[in-house]
């Protein structure tokens, strides 16, 4: 069974902690995304990959950066945590263009 | 950057076909057209994706008229369990590798009534 796992269902940080969300894939796929939802907002991408060690900037990417090292793994960092990154956050993969994509079951993270 | 619209919400009661239209005037000639599902608390899941004309699987149907300027996710006989957010999303090419972002809107919220 295809699995996307998020390594916390909940989190909760102080500000200006920096905060890891790693998340794990077990399908070989190419692609893989983060992205945060808020009320009324929908989803909103942060940044996605492509490839191992490659990358690109979603549409809100500032205040976060991320890291794959493995193909099956895509980490998202917060370098220096805020109250406004509150949220639920969200990660997703996906194989070829075109296919299906696969979300984790997200993160809540409250930062206080 | 292919955008979609949809409605923001839709009420329907139980036994009802409910169908959820999205425009997306921008499409381009390889993009793709695919809705997902979201409940509450959990990440959004894969309904139904098309190109043209129709597609039907055990879920839904996916209507895409020949311009491709808009689609029609169709539900037939909804229950309550249906109630979620539905999101239409349009593949959006980026050259180099092929890969393409996925894009989501704010989605429709379908709530069913007894």
């Known amino acids: 069974d295809v699995k996307v796992t998020q390594s916390s269902r909940y989190l909760v940080k102080r500000t200006g902690e920096k905060v890891f969300l790693e998340c794990v894939q077990d399908?070989?796929?190419?692609?893989m995304f983060w992205y945060r939802q808020d009320p009324g907002l929908g989803l909103r991408l942060i940044y996605f990959?492509?490839?191992?060690?490659?990358?690109e900037k979603g549409d809100i990417p500032e205040g976060y950066s991320v890291s794959r090292e493995k193909k099956e793994r895509f980490s998202l960092i917060l370098e220096s945590a805020s109250t406004n990154q509150t949220s639920m956050y969200l990660c997703?993969?996906?194989?070829?263009?075109?296919?299906?994509?696969?979300f984790g079951q997200g993160t809540r993270l409250t930062v206080v | 950057l292919a955008k979609t619209t949809q409605p923001i919400s839709m009420d329907s009661y139980e036994g009802q076909e409910v169908n959820i239209t999205c425009s997306h005037n921008n499409i381009a000639t390889n993009d793709y057209i695919t809705w997902y599902q979201q409940f509450p608390s959990q990440g959004p899941r894969f309904i139904i994706q098309g190109y043209k004309t129709k597609v039907t699987n055990e879920v839904a149907s996916l209507f895409i008229p020949a311009d491709r300027k808009s689609s029609t996710l169709s539900l037939p006989r909804v229950s309550l369990s249906d109630t979620a957010v539905y999101y239409c999303l349009v593949g959006d090419r980026v050259w180099a590798g092929g890969y393409n972002k996925l894009i989501f809107g704010a989605g429709t919220r379908l709530a069913v009534h007894p």
């Open positions: 399908m070989d796929h190419e692609n």
């Open positions: 997703a993969s996906r194989g070829q263009r075109n296919t299906e994509a696969f």
């Open positions: 990959s492509y490839d191992v060690k490659m990358k």
